[in-house]
């Protein structure tokens, strides 16, 4: 179709203009398919670079926590205190508690989740107690 004028494809008949358009057609979809390939190609290429192909022969262990393994939500807590140490107790739902020494120890080793239980339990029991109480009871 390139070159041709609309006062060229006058005189030519239209079986001639329908080759034409048959070919140009024919070669645009060539085109199309190659790209296409290079394009998938281009696809393969990449997801060959992130997937790394283990061999039979060898062990693979995998360093995983199934999410049914993570303890369940905490439902209460308390500070023991034994002479000048003071510990904390973090209960969970389904029973078991840990005993915490330091606090910053005990928030390195809880999730978001956790963090947030526990939140909500220290708000819930301090909510209806006021600042004042709480500096006439430390006086």
């Known amino acids: 179709m390139e070159g041709y004028k609309l006062k060229?494809?006058?005189s030519k008949g239209f079986d001639f203009i329908q080759e034409m358009f048959d070919r140009a057609r024919e070669e645009l979809m060539q085109e199309n398919a190659k790209k296409?390939?290079?394009e998938d190609d281009k696809e393969t290429t990449k997801l060959k670079q992130c997937l790394e192909i283990i061999p039979?022969?060898?062990e693979v262990t995998i360093d995983a926590i199934p999410l049914a393994v993570?303890?369940?939500s905490i439902v209460g807590w308390k500070i023991h205190k034994e002479?000048?140490?003071s510990y904390y107790r973090i209960m969970r739902a389904d029973g078991k508690s840990q005993m915490y020494m330091?606090?910053?120890q005990?928030?390195?080793s809880f999730d978001k989740q956790d963090l947030e239980d526990?939140?909500?339990l220290v708000k819930a029991k301090y909510e209806s107690t006021r600042l004042v109480d709480d500096l006439d009871l430390l006086l």
């Open 8 to 10: 060229d494809l006058k």
């Open 36 to 38: 296409q390939n290079v």
């Open 56 to 58: 039979d022969e060898e």
């Open 70 to 72: 993570k303890s369940p």
């Open 83 to 85: 002479g000048r140490k």
């Open 102 to 104: 330091i606090f910053s």
């Open 106 to 108: 005990m928030l390195k």
């Open 118 to 120: 526990l939140y909500k």
